[in-house]
Nanobody, 118 residues
Framework: QVQLVESGGGWVQAGGSLRLSCAAS????????MGWYRQAPGKQRELVAR???????NYADSVKGRFTISRDNAKNTVYLQMNSLKPEDTAVYYC????????????WGRGTQVTVSS
């Protein structure tokens, strides 16, 4: 089953921009904490940006000032606007949804590739 669907990945030159989208079901979107992670070859998965439990935002230091997470409640969609992209941003980006109860599983999208050329 696919509960989170990412889109918007692609290839850009350094300094360019991309906007990723993650569509979720209404039941997930309304109560799960949504966010974005990424994983580059040979590296561990890392947090990029997320909404906290109080709907504030949290960003990795490496993307602060360049990336912006946002949401459209009417469309049950979370976005990641990525500006001033760098080659080190190259990775597979995953949408993530953390449930409010520990008995429930964290959800992941299948990922979308972002490649930034130098």
């Amino acid at each position: 089953q696919v509960q989170l669907v990412e889109s918007g990945g692609g290839w850009v030159q350094a300094g360019g921009s991309l906007r990723l989208s993650c569509a979720a079901s209404g039941s997930i979107f309304s109560i799960y904490a949504m966010g974005w992670y990424r994983q580059a070859p040979g590296k561990q998965r890392e947090l990029v940006a997320r909404f906290t439990s109080d709907s504030s935002t949290n960003y990795a230091d490496s993307v602060k000032g360049r990336f912006t997470i946002s949401r459209d409640n009417a469309k049950n969609t979370v976005y990641l606007q990525m500006n001033s992209l760098k080659p080190e941003d190259t990775a597979v980006y995953y949408c993530n949804a953390v449930p409010p109860l520990t008995k429930l599983a964290t959800l992941w999208g299948r990922g979308t590739q972002v490649t930034v050329s130098s």
